[in-house]
């Protein structure tokens, strides 16, 4: 990343990236959560895994917002206008990986948290295929 004559300007581009790395945090974190919800069948952590993802979903809106009002406002170009969309592009491909994790903890963790056989469990959570 280039540094830029205007702080104000390379504030905003800091503040862009620290708001992805948060994303991709949280992201992470509820893929784990997810993961240990259906293999614990602990449904409160299931719930609780559900309601980050509208966190994940608040943030991919703040970061899209912020990007847009900086292309708007400040007219980057090259690097910079590359780095304001490539944080818009990011955003969308994790809120898309935690709706996938939310689908876990529903689909998946109502499924296995009925199974009494720890073995059936992991099968279901390994399994590719979406019950119906």
Not at 43 to 54: C, M
Request: aromatic letters at 2%; proline letters at 1%; one cysteine or more.
């Amino acid at each position: 990343m280039t540094q830029h004559i205007v702080k104000s300007f390379q504030e905003e581009l800091d503040s862009l990236s620290a708001q992805i790395a948060q994303m991709g945090g949280l992201t992470e974190a509820q893929l784990s959560a997810a993961i240990e919800a259906v293999t614990r069948r602990d449904q409160q952590l299931a719930e609780r895994t559900i309601l980050e993802d509208q966190r994940i979903d608040a943030l991919e809106s703040e970061i899209e917002a912020h990007a847009v009002r900086m292309i708007a406002l400040r007219q980057p170009m090259a690097t910079d206008l590359r780095e304001a969309i490539a944080a818009i592009k990011i955003s969308i491909d994790l809120e898309r990986i935690g709706e996938l994790y939310d689908a876990i903890s529903t689909d998946r963790a109502d499924l296995a948290l009925h199974c009494w056989d720890t073995a059936l469990a992991n099968e279901v959570l390994s399994s590719g295929a979406t019950e119906a």
